[in-house]
Structure formats: C-alpha cells, structure tokens
C-alpha cells in the first residue's frame, strides 16, 4: 500500500530508524525534528499519516497533535505517538489530544506496521468520501461542511463470553459517552441482532469461549450490514501478534487486559467520532449524489460527474505518483435486446448490470453510466493489470447467470471490457477514457466477451 508517512521526534537517530523501517516497507517518508517544523511540513507534504513523539522542546506532541486535529484541512490525518511515556494517564492524555493510537518506545514492529497499514486504509477511505463531497460542489451541489457539529454518540454492542465483564464495560461507556450500549456472549448473538440495526461500534474480545474474535472481526467486516462499523479488539497484554492480525482483517483499535476503563473509553470515543463523521460525509455526498449527479435508470453516476472526479484523481496522481486505472465496459449486441423484448426488460438489463459490476469492485471504485449501454469505472490506487483482474471478475459475474425482466424473462448478455491506466502527467481525463475505449474497441472486434487492457500488443493483435 503506497502511502506517505511524517514521521516527527527530535532525536536524529529515532528518526532514521523510523525511515529505514517505513522505506523498506514501500512507504513514502518524510521527517521533521520539531512540532513546528511538523505543522509546516504537514502543509506542504500533505502525509497520509504522522509517527509523533510526545518528549520534544518547545511544542510537545500532545500539543501539535491537537492543533492538528483542530485544523479542518487536517484534522483527519491519523496521528500515531510514539514516546517512552508509559502511564495510562499519558494515553489517555494522547488519545484526548485526537491520536489515533499510542504506542511506547520502542515499538513493537509487527503491531506498528500493522497499525500503518490500517490507518492508511482508513485514511483512504476518507480522501475518497472527501474528493466525492468535493466534485459535488464543483458541479454546484449543496454539500455543506461536515467540519464541525460531530458528537461522540451511538450504538455500541460489546461481545465476550464473561457477562460481567462485558456488563461493566458497557457502564464504563454510558457513564462517559450518549452511547447506547448492548452486550452479547457469542458472535452469533451479536450478528444475528446487527442485521435489526447495525451497530456503530463493535468491541470484541480476543477469544469468546470457544470462538475466535477475530474470525468475528472478518464476519462483520464482509457482511453488507456491519462493514462500516467500527471494530475494536480485546487482548491479553503484550498479544502483538493478535493485534496484527485484528488490525489487518480490518478492526479499527484495540485495548490490552486489564482495561483501564478511561482509556477504554477514550478509545471508544474517538471511534464513534471517526465513524460519526463519516456516515455524515457519506450521507452528504449520497444525498446530493441522487438529486444531481446519479443516472435516474441505475443509480450509479452519470457521465458529467465521471468526467469530473476522475480529471480530480488525475490531479492527485500527478501529485501523489499514486496508479489511476479506467474500466469503460459495453453490454455486448444490446440492441438485440431492446428490438426483441423492448425497452422496459432493456432497462431491466441495464439496472441489474450495474448492480453485478459494482458488487466485484472497491467501496473506492466509482461506477458510472457513460452512456447507452456503455459505463465506466474509476479505479484509484490501480495499476493497469490489477484493473485487468477486477475487469475478468465483472465479465464472469454478467455472462455466468441470465438476466432476470420484470416479467419474468430471462435474458442472457456478455460484456466487453478495456482497461486503461495513467501512464505520464499528460494524461486528462479525456485522454485516458480514449484509450480505454480504444482498448473496449479491441474486445469487441477480438470477439466481444473479454477484457483488453490499453498498449497490451497481445490483445491488439
């Protein structure tokens, strides 16, 4: 995962370890020996996540974290400490000023980079939801600030096997938080009551009885109802291989037995914060998505909004040096479909396509109508070959099942693909669709029914 990390300490030597660890990892690392130095250069290199030490002169962490999370540009970058502060009030200091996490020197690596990587991920998700509200207001969409007003409330369901513990937990969060707290002694349980409301937050012991909590963690993680809930895992002190493995099936913090239960409720707050905020953005960006940038047939965006996001990434990839890759795909012989069985079962057809394509792709993929029968998908963070792969799993999921009308018709239908990637910073956005279409061009006189990716000779051949 690409990504450009800050990494802040006055001590040169922590900071060169630091770098040596994050550049052999393929992260991007830039350094800054001070708070102030860290505040201008978080301007500047724009991270997608900040290594903080607390133990610094002049302005300590504590207080550049939190006038980073004041700063509406850049409050939503996660902020790591990291510091020889090991008091459970030092943490608790932390996570108040907005850090994501705080780890004691040294670190252990395999929970550091684990933490990385699930932080970056987040943050991704957030740039996505960001870019999406932003195009919005360019196309004149009324997407209000989402800067301010956020509260630390919600649904909260804590899972693990000893009742009385998990009951006393759930008192450490309503007596500090609006939150509405459920508890449950096995996975199941607590699954089979997030399908009535998903919770907000998910808190999951390491083990429960004879389940593994973190088999629970990837369950709600690939469940449509509980994929945007926070997760937050128990473990045993010092289990940094089970945080590892939590944090990479997707769950969002953690907390080692024995609790303190002000930590744990900071814990708690800043993941009902993050996960307030972006069901606000989401909600926002869908709202003014329907009234003014969807196609009314199939709900996905329409090709001014395609158009407009995707020159949006190009830009961001000129800055970044991030991969940008664009799917344009055509229902194959699909006038054949409105002439023998009318435009209604056509339209049928078209609502259901778009429903397939967009369940093999990414939460940060954006599907969009082009025109017709022919859409587009922009793919962030894709080189041209992995495009190549997602494309293969939407031309298998159209041509393996029939089409089903309105009027019970069933209707068969392929579909051809080409794929095409970001290769200079010339590229716009009119240039890349041009050569994905060339590339669906190859397809279709290759047979239909395939994919072809852009300067791919094989194909063109």
């Known amino acids: 995962m690409s990504a450009r990390v800050l990494v802040v300490d006055d001590m040169p030597a922590n900071r060169k370890i630091l770098e040596a660890k994050l550049s052999a990892s393929y992260y991007s690392v830039v350094t800054a020996a001070n708070g102030q130095e860290a505040l201008d250069k978080v301007q500047i290199e724009k991270p997608d996540l900040i290594l903080l030490d607390v133990m610094m002169p002049g302005m300590d962490g504590f207080e550049c974290c939190r006038r980073l999370k004041s700063n509406p540009e850049t409050s939503h ?217 969807t196609d009314e047939l199939t709900g996905v965006y329409n090709r001014r909004y395609v158009e407009q996001h995707l020159q949006r990434q190009i830009s961001h990839c000129a800055d970044s040096g991030a991969a940008l890759s664009v799917m344009m795909l055509d229902l194959d012989k699909f006038k054949n479909v409105n002439d023998t069985h009318g435009h209604s079962a056509g339209d049928d057809v078209l609502r259901d396509f778009a429903k397939r394509a967009a369940e093999q792709l990414r939460g940060v993929d954006l599907v969009g109508r082009y025109g017709g029968e022919e859409f587009v998908v922009v793919m962030p963070e894709t080189t041209g070959e992995a495009a190549r792969v997602a494309a293969e799993r939407v031309r298998k999921a159209v041509g393996e099942k029939p089409f089903l009308t309105q009027d019970g018709v069933e209707l068969t239908a392929t579909v051809s693909i080409g794929v095409a990637e970001v290769l200079t910073r010339r590229d716009t956005a009119r240039s890349l669709i041009e050569r994905a279409d060339e590339a669906l061009y190859v397809s279709k006189r290759n047979g239909r029914d395939r994919v072809s990716v852009s300067g791919d000779n094989a194909d063109v051949a």
Not at 145 to 157: D, K, Q
Not at 230 to 251: N, P, Q, R, T, Y
Not at 279 to 289: A, C, I, Q
């Open 77 to 293: 970058i996660p902020v790591v400490m990291i510091t020889a502060l090991d008091q459970s009030s030092d943490r608790i200091r932390g996570l108040e000023a907005g850090a994501d996490d705080f780890l004691t020197k040294p670190p252990n690596d395999l929970a550091l980079f684990a933490r990385v990587r699930s932080l970056v991920r987040v943050k991704m998700m957030i740039d996505e939801l960001q870019m999406r509200d932003d195009t919005l207001r360019d196309l004149g969409a009324d997407a209000p600030s989402l800067a301010s007003g956020i509260e630390p409330s919600g649904h909260v369901t804590i899972v693990d096997e000893r009742a009385s513990r998990a009951q006393s937990l759930a008192r450490a969060i309503s007596s500090r938080l609006k939150a509405n707290c459920a508890t449950f002694d096995c996975g199941a349980d607590a699954i089979e009551a997030s399908r009535t409301i998903a919770p907000d937050l998910f808190v999951v012991a390491r083990t429960i009885g004879d389940e593994d909590g973190l088999r629970l963690c990837s369950e709600l993680r690939s469940s449509n109802s509980t994929r945007q809930s926070g997760i937050i895992v128990m473990v045993d002190h010092d289990d940094f291989e089970s945080i590892a493995s939590a944090l990479d099936l997707g769950a969002n913090d953690y907390i080692m037995r024995p609790v303190d239960e002000n930590e744990f409720a900071a814990r708690v707050r800043a993941q009902l914060l993050r996960k307030n905020y972006a069901d606000k953005l989401r909600e926002s960006v869908y709202h003014n998505m329907r009234l003014a940038v």
